[in-house]
């Protein structure tokens, strides 16, 4: 019996930072329709949709607002299959505060802190997205950065994962696969991640297929 692709022909709203957004990729000539993730995603599935993310967003309020919820908020007059988050990096990248997970579901949610964005991202995406599937990236390892505490993300994707399951949001753990991140990835060197923190055509070839292989799971 063939096996039925779950992705082919959805619609995808993707939202995130500039991991996400993939700008490094935009005037390929080899890869300029298929930027980053989605693009490739999108591609190899036939998927209609958009790729929201936007460079510098973060999760808290650091930002300003450029915030990862304001691409939902753009975006919820439109119906979409999948709906996939990402981000935290600048959120590391200013050290903001990673703070805590709240126990109920109504909040409020200090958005001044990494896990009450996410918290506050998360119930806003689940209120006015009540058709879609939602998953969430946790973006690999990026030990050589120096910008603030982006060589050491854990203790923000520690809490991360513990608010997706809070939250019933599946994750993809890129972060904490050790293997992945210094055999395959090759995170401490410049070959996947020239600048420290983004990925390069190569190493959106390395995540891109896992991703959407997670993503046929949910």
Same mark, same amino acid.
């Given at each position: 019996? %063939?096996?039925?692709? @779950? $992705?082919? %022909?959805? =619609? #995808? $709203?993707? #939202? !995130?930072? +500039?991991?996400?957004?993939?700008? /490094?990729?935009?005037? +390929?000539?080899?890869?300029?329709?298929?930027? !980053?993730? @989605?693009?490739?995603i999108m591609a190899w599935n036939e998927m209609s949709g958009f790729n929201a993310c936007k460079g510098g967003a973060s999760v808290g309020d650091c930002r300003g607002e450029n915030l990862v919820i304001n691409q939902l908020i753009a975006n919820k007059d439109n119906e979409y299959d999948y709906v996939i988050i990402e981000g935290g990096g600048n959120d590391a990248w200013d050290s903001a505060p990673v703070g805590v997970m709240t126990e109920g579901f109504d909040g409020p949610f200090d958005t001044a802190a990494f896990g009450g964005g996410l918290e506050n991202t998360f119930k806003y995406a689940k209120e006015n997205y009540k058709n879609a599937i939602f998953g969430f990236i946790i973006v690999y390892q990026m030990p050589s950065s120096q910008f603030g505490r982006m060589s050491d993300m854990s203790e923000y994707? +520690? $809490?991360?994962? &513990?608010? /997706?399951? &809070?939250?019933?949001? @599946?994750?993809?753990? $890129?972060?904490?696969?050790?293997?992945?991140? &210094?055999?395959?990835?090759? +995170?401490?060197?410049?070959?996947?991640? @020239?600048?420290?923190?983004?990925?390069? =055509?190569?190493?959106?070839?390395?995540?891109s297929p896992m991703i959407n292989d997670w993503m046929k799971t949910l």
């Open positions: 019996m %063939k096996e039925t692709n @779950p $992705l082919n %022909k959805r =619609s #995808v $709203l993707f #939202v !995130g930072d +500039s991991i996400g957004e993939a700008a /490094c990729e935009w005037n +390929s000539a080899d890869y300029g329709n298929t930027v !980053g993730w @989605p693009g490739r994707f +520690s $809490l991360a994962k &513990k608010i /997706c399951d &809070k939250w019933e949001i @599946p994750y993809i753990d $890129l972060y904490f696969d050790e293997d992945f991140n &210094k055999n395959v990835m090759k +995170s401490e060197t410049p070959e996947n991640i @020239p600048d420290t923190v983004h990925a390069n =055509s190569s190493g959106y070839n390395i995540i």
